[in-house]
């Protein structure tokens, strides 16, 4: 018996509205009590309008244990394909936790690997939304190999496209390594969380009692382990966020990024940064003022704005040159780099790298810090990533000292030496092996030997101020070719544009090698 082109397409028809009842309607229900969007909604929020093509509806897995060959979903749990947004091509696979909480059996992964594939042969951004209880209790170790498919591809897909998590409920145990080694996590605050095992597990080997979100919520990871690099308030600030992000970043790597719109004046003045570094070394000021002075429209993306805060890392754009910015912030623990705002940025920096994203460097630091902790904790190895991300980059970099560079950390902050295009100071600019207080105090032990009360003051300020005068200054630096120009701090946006523009098709090549061995 055959049947007509009527009941073929009704067939097909109904094979779609099962694959959007997900796990049912009960289930979808009590998502939405938790606050959360179904797995389909979140594509569709995120997307622009119309823009989705889904892979693999009808896919179905192959599993007979424990009962549940009886029970199967269309399209296995986990939705993929491809769409747009804002007129930028992503794949991207949304995890259903109305099926099985979002469980990965083998069907389910082979998906996944299947849009990782896709993303990379076609140079398209892959985004994963995660919301899932791992791995599928009933499939045993197939779901375990699916896992280490995923996670082979994620590597084969680093520094090629960009890959983008977003944890939108549970990920834990094993599954936490694939968005962990992709370049962003956005976490949900509240319902998203993220741990290697549980709070019971916790319980039963280290007697500490933590709830879910105190061990894994969002807040601990963008606050306290540095996992995550956005906390997102609501689902829609989290797909919002993801849609701002894209717009600054290229479909894959030797593609330059375009140029985004702006009105904002590429001779605007900078009136307000005139007197902004203040004239005492010692006083604190917000590095944040500077650079949202500088570019365009305020529009600022900052990445893991809560750890680290010593170092601002973030996204914005010069004239629509966009750039990756890494800045000291004097604000902060003094500026000092220690072993979290060294592993910031470095791992920032390799991420601009990699895609072809200038970074734009704003220095003002006094060293590293100092102390037991950072060094039993490794600041050499940490540190030693810094100075490695920034010496391994060939993407055009622009540094501007504002006030203090000083010892090893003036040589690691993008200096002439470890190859930046443009290095530029301004008058306020301080580049020595260490402040006036610390040298004079080594250098002229002798001489202040022996003195006491005013005398030793009115000697000290003097030794103080004379070598201030010859070291705590940009000149000695720009003499020696250093340092290209002394700018004026109300140039500084039209410079930077400037030299953008100039280096726009640097192409410098480096020797071959397999890879090279970054201290971890
Ligand atoms: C199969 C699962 C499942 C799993 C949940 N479900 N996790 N089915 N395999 N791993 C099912 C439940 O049976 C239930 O089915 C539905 O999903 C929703 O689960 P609930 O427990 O009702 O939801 P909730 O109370 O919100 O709790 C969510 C949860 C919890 C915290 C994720 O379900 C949970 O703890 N699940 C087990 C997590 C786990 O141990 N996974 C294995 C981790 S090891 P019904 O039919 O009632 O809707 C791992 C290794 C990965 O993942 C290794 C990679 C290398």
């Not at 030797?254 to 009136?271: H, M, Q, V």
Request: charged share 25%; proline share 4%; with cysteine.
């Amino acid at each position: 018996m055959s049947f007509s082109n009527e009941e073929k397409r009704s067939y097909l028809e109904n094979l779609n509205e099962q694959t959007l009842l997900g796990g049912g309607e009960a289930r979808i229900a009590r998502q939405h009590d938790q606050g959360k969007y179904t797995a389909r909604e979140r594509v569709e929020k995120l997307l622009d309008p119309n823009s989705f093509l889904e892979f693999d509806k009808f896919v179905k897995h192959n599993c007979s244990s424990f009962g549940l060959e009886k029970q199967k979903f269309l399209g296995d749990g986990v939705v993929t394909g491809v769409g747009t947004i804002n007129g930028q091509k992503v794949a991207l696979f949304s995890q259903d936790f109305t099926c099985w909480g979002g469980a990965l059996g083998m069907a389910y992964a082979q998906k996944i690997c299947k849009i990782m594939d896709f993303a990379i042969e076609n140079k398209m951004p892959i985004i994963g939304i995660n919301d899932s209880g791992g791995a599928r209790i009933q499939e045993g170790v197939e779901s375990l190999a699916g896992y280490a498919e995923i996670f082979h591809r994620n590597v084969q897909a680093s520094g090629v496209i960009p890959q983008i998590s977003l944890i939108m409920g549970p990920c834990a145990g094993g599954a936490v390594y694939s968005p962990a080694m992709t370049d962003f996590i956005l976490m949900v605050d509240k319902t998203s969380y993220m741990f290697v095992t549980g709070p019971e597990v916790v319980k039963t080997v280290t007697h500490e009692e933590v709830t879910k979100d105190e061990l894994g919520g969002a807040h601990t990871h963008n606050e306290k382990s540095g996992v995550a690099h956005f906390i997102c308030s609501d689902e829609d600030d989290c797909l919002e966020r993801t849609r701002e992000l894209l717009s600054f970043i290229p479909a894959g790597n030797y593609t330059k990024p375009t140029k985004s719109f702006t009105t904002d004046s590429i001779t605007r003045e900078n009136n307000k940064l005139k007197d902004f570094v203040p004239v005492n070394s010692k006083k604190p000021y917000d590095m944040k003022e500077i650079i949202m002075d500088v570019i365009d429209d305020k529009h600022f993306l900052e990445y893991q704005r809560d750890f680290a805060k010593n170092i601002i890392c973030g996204f914005g754009a010069v004239g629509g040159n966009k750039v990756g910015i890494v800045a000291n912030q004097p604000a902060v623990l003094a500026g000092c780099l220690d072993i979290d705002s060294s592993t910031k940025a470095a791992r920032f920096i390799r991420f601009c790298d990699a895609f072809e994203i200038p970074i734009l460097t704003l220095v003002d630091v006094p060293g590293f810090l100092p102390g037991t902790t950072q060094e039993y904790g490794g600041i050499i190895r940490h540190g030693a990533k810094l100075l490695y991300a920034y010496a391994e980059a060939t993407v055009p970099q622009i540094t501007l000292i504002t006030r203090k560079a000083y010892g090893g950390a003036y040589d690691v902050m993008a200096s002439k030496h470890i190859k930046a295009d443009i290095n530029l100071a301004y008058p306020t600019a301080e580049i020595a092996v260490m402040g006036a207080d610390g040298a004079v105090n080594i250098i002229f032990r002798n001489e202040l030997k022996g003195l006491e009360g005013e005398e030793f003051d009115k000697k000290k300020a003097s030794l103080v101020k004379d070598y201030e005068e010859k070291f705590a200054n940009p000149y000695k630096a720009a003499s020696l070719g250093y340092v290209d120009e002394v700018i004026y701090p109300e140039n500084t946006r039209a410079r930077i544009y400037k030299y953008l523009e100039f280096l726009k098709d640097k192409n410098e090549i480096r020797p071959k090698r397999k890879h090279g061995n970054i201290p971890l």
